[in-house]
């Protein structure tokens, strides 16, 4: 995972509990002096470590944090892309891009980045079905990212996640509830 997004989760920790927090799950899980630089990959188990450690902190499960996390990160990459994250009018337009626009830029700016596969239908005009597949199964960072990506654009969402990667599925069903 690139640095970028491990800069996500120290934001988010740094602002929720505190920056001797966050040198403590350095200490405890990454290799002694290690800075994050956003387009270098470090481990994913790295990054697993550090979010379990965040959960045993917070006395949260694993998927909660990935959950509130990716809601942060939505906000800290597109500030950071922002020439990527105004394109979209609308959160609609903004979800059916995520792979053939959002990730692709990505993919120019990063060099071979590990992303997941997310194919979008439109069901009607308030139900969008998500099809997302990753070898690092973070669909529940995916739920938190598309909640982030809500709230950019002031909608109410709810998230249906009845077919699971982490449940032995081939790939994850997120079906998006629009008001
Ligand atoms: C990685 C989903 C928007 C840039 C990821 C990952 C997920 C994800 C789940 C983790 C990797 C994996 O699952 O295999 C989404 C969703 C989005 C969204 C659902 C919108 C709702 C964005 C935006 C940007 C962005 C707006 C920046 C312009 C990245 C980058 C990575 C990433 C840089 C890391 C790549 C790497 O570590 O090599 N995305 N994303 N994403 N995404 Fe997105
Ligand atoms: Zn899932």
Redesign the pocket.
């Known amino acids: ?2 640095g ?2 491990f800069r996500g989760l120290e934001e988010l920790v740094v602002e929720a509990i505190g920056m001797q927090a966050w040198d403590e799950l350095l200490e405890a899980h990454a290799p002694e002096g290690r800075v994050y630089v956003s387009p270098t ?1 470090y481990p994913d188990a790295e990054l697993f470590a550090l979010a379990q450690g965040v959960a045993d902190k917070l006395n949260k499960p694993l998927t909660d944090v990935l959950a509130i996390f990716g809601q942060s990160l ?1 906000g800290f ?2 500030e950071k ?1 922002k020439g ?2 105004s394109k979209f009018a609308s959160f609609e337009e ?2 059916l891009s ?1 792979d053939s626009v ?2 692709m830029e ?1 993919k120019k700016l ?1 060099d071979e ?4 596969s ?1 194919a979008a239908i439109v069901k009607d005009d308030k139900t969008i079905v998500l099809e997302y597949c ?1 070898n ?1 199964k ?1 669909c529940f ?2 739920e938190g ?2 909640y982030g ?1 809500a709230q950019f654009y002031s909608r109410k969402l709810k998230i249906e996640h009845p077919q699971c990667m982490h449940s032995g599925a081939k790939h994850c069903v997120l079906i998006l509830h629009l008001d």
């Open positions: 995972m690139r970028v997004i990959s939505f990459l597109a892309h990527i994250s903004l979800v995520i959002i990730h990505v990063y980045p590990n992303l997941p997310i990753s690092r973070l960072c995916a990212l598309l990506a």
